[in-house]
């Protein structure tokens, strides 16, 4: 075009909308000063493990979405839970060798729930140790009715 940037700048000042917006190309002299790859520090590694940025994932970091993970266990392992089997042990590098370890013969989840009685009246469950504890008695003020119903609840209250 044949007008100066200044003639083009005054056009721009009075009939633009807004004289302060650019058309995206940047500044000569100001884009990127000093140019990314003129730096003279040179990149320094970390020092430990916890300071290292690559491994160190956001999902892993996320405590508001570190929901429990749920955890698999086949029939098989849950029968030899409850009877009580032996934890599986590594052997030593050396004994490894002339060490033959015989696999112990499992029952199937049936036969050992089936053997067992976990609960009874004398041992009973484990009760929740939270919130209130309350103990249970029947009442004393509720009269069951006498009309020759039948009648079988009883009215409890707390101690």
Excluded: C, H
Aim: charged share 20%; no cysteine; proline share 9%.
């Amino acid at each position: 075009m044949s007008w100066n940037t200044k003639t083009w700048a005054w056009v721009k000042k009075y009939f633009s909308v807004n004289p302060l917006v650019t058309d995206g190309m940047p500044v000569v002299g100001k884009f990127r000063t000093p140019a990314i790859a003129s730096r003279p520090e040179k990149y320094t590694y970390p020092k430990t493990a916890a300071s290292n940025i690559s491994g160190n994932y956001y999902y892993q970091r996320d405590t508001r979405r570190n929901f429990p993970r749920t955890a698999t266990y086949t029939q098989a392992e849950v029968a030899g839970l409850i009877e009580g089997a032996a934890v599986k042990s590594i052997p030593a590098e050396g004994a490894a060798a002339d060490q033959v370890v015989a696999a112990t013969q499992t029952k199937p989840l049936v036969e050992v729930l089936n053997s067992r009685q976990f609960y009874s009246k004398e041992n009973l469950p484990p009760l929740p140790k939270w919130g209130r504890q309350t103990e249970w008695k029947v009442s004393e003020d509720f009269i069951p009715p006498n009309d020759g119903s039948y009648f079988p609840m009883r009215v409890y209250t707390t101690a």
